[in-house]
């Protein structure tokens, strides 16, 4: 019913800046919380931030300080500033939504394609 689409990843040498996008398209009444997601080579993927529907930021420990999720509910989309990267921070970043159909009570979790992240010199 949704559909994520990411942008804005790449390489960038550490203590570089990216700043990912993700907007959403499709059938919702309303987007809950929108959220990151990551997935380094051979570990679990885990999440990064999330943003509840009036920007009410939590990040985890290791972005905190480092790492700015925002939104803008007028376009759907979600933004992760991401500032002091570290090679740790390499991996796929996926970005998250909850929403709710139209005319239903019923909701919708839903995923991007994920945009790539490697932090190297």
């Known amino acids: 019913q949704v559909q994520l689409v990411e942008s804005g990843g790449g390489l960038v040498p550490p203590g570089g800046s990216l700043r990912l996008s993700c907007a959403a398209s499709?059938?919702?009444?309303?987007?809950?919380?929108m959220s990151w997601y990551r997935q380094a080579l051979g570990k679990e993927r885990e999440l990064v931030a999330t943003i509840s529907t009036i920007g009410s930021p939590n990040y985890a420990d290791s972005v905190k300080g480092r790492f700015t999720i925002s939104r803008d509910n007028a376009k759907d989309t979600v933004y992760l500033q991401m500032n002091s990267l570290k090679p740790e921070d390499t991996a796929v970043y996926y970005c998250?939504?909850?929403?709710?159909?139209?005319?239903?009570?019923?909701?919708?979790?839903?995923w991007g394609q994920g945009t790539q992240v490697t932090v190297s010199s």
């Open positions: 998250n939504s909850e929403s709710r159909r139209p005319g239903t009570l019923d909701r919708d979790n839903s």
């Open positions: 499709g059938r919702f009444f309303v987007i809950y919380t």
